[in-house]
């Protein structure tokens, strides 16, 4: 198995709901990444789990809140999400930190 | 200085001619390189890595790396419409947190037919 599946495909949410989003991986990797990107524009970092340990945050505000709960899984919880937080959100995984990344199909998140 | 840099384009070719797309990096110590194809609405796909300097082929994809003058390009011979993407330059760099991966900008290529 080389893939990345994320779940859902599409997500519309408003300003005060709770949702996740959640991210597979079954190729041994340690690992797994989210990112935000917005149109025209490149993946930005948001997280880093390398061996189940978040090991960067890049200032991401708290209304975002990862998880990984073992190491094929990774999590984004999302509340209290504003309109400008629409993008699609992918995530990543990679042997380690030192290696390619491969890339799931990506969460279209709406705000509303 | 961004740490890695990309021109954005747009950059038009017509089919069947080479597409040249490049890519510069700030810092030296960097060991790995990668490019990634993807299409409106889709997510990244990684197309060709390369770790030593030269050129590493793969069917009509060519990755230059010249870790000298901190330069990486990828060329696609033969370019077809299919090929009209955005390629996103990424470059793994040694910052104090460890390694973390950097993407260019990208550049937006459409090949007409």
């Known amino acids: 198995d080389t893939e990345v599946t994320q779940t859902p495909k599409h997500l519309v949410m408003g300003m005060t709901n709770k949702k996740s989003l959640k991210c597979e991986q079954h190729?041994?990797?340690?690992?797994m990444y989210w990112y935000k990107q917005k149109a025209k524009k490149p993946p930005e970092l948001m997280f880093v789990y390398s061996y189940e340990k978040l090991s960067i945050n890049e200032s991401v505000p708290s209304r975002f809140s990862p998880e990984c709960p073992n190491s094929s899984l990774l999590n984004l919880h999302l509340h209290a999400l504003q309109p400008e937080d629409s993008a699609l959100y992918l995530c990543a995984s990679s042997q380690d930190r030192y290696n390619e990344q491969f890339f799931g199909p990506g969460t279209r998140l709406t705000v509303l | 200085q961004k740490e890695v840099e990309q021109n954005s384009g747009p950059l038009s070719v017509p089919e069947g001619a080479i597409a040249s797309l490049n890519c510069t990096y700030s810092d030296r110590g960097s060991q790995s390189f990668f490019w990634y194809r993807q299409y409106s609405g889709k997510s990244p796909e990684l197309i060709m890595f390369i770790y030593s300097n030269g050129d590493k082929e793969d069917g009509r994809f060519t990755a230059q790396l010249n870790k000298a003058s901190q330069y990486v390009s990828l060329l696609i011979r033969d370019s077809q419409p299919s090929d009209s993407a955005t390629y996103l330059c990424?470059?793994?760099?040694?910052?104090?947190?460890?390694?973390?991966?950097?993407f260019g900008t990208g550049t937006s290529l459409t090949v007409i037919p």
């Open positions: 190729m041994g990797h340690r690992a």
């Open positions: 990424a470059v793994i760099l040694m910052v104090p947190t460890g390694n973390q991966f950097y």
